[in-house]
């Protein structure tokens, strides 16, 4: 079998973390901020993890095993 390439968009957003979680960035802090609260804007710097849910897509991107 051939090598599994990984996405390369994905190595750029998500990151493998030493307890095997996924982190990543939360979207909707990039433009558009005047109406959005301080509060709400504090909160989007801080790192998310991926859900479970999605978890099964972002190994396959990265090429990680399951």
């Known amino acids: ?3 599994v390439k990984t ?3 994905a190595k750029k957003r998500f990151k493998l973390t030493g307890t095997g979680k996924i982190a990543r ?3 909707f802090k990039s433009h558009i901020l005047t109406k ?3 509060k709400r804007k504090r909160n989007l ?3 998310s993890y ?3 849910g999605d978890m099964g897509n972002v190994k396959r991107m990265l090429a ?3």
């Open 64 to 66: 990680i095993g399951k």
């Open 25 to 27: 960035k939360n979207a």
């Open 36 to 38: 959005k609260s301080t």
């Open 7 to 9: 996405n390369s968009s």
């Open 45 to 47: 710097t801080q790192t």
């Open 50 to 52: 991926v859900s479970d």
């Open 1 to 3: 079998m051939p090598k």
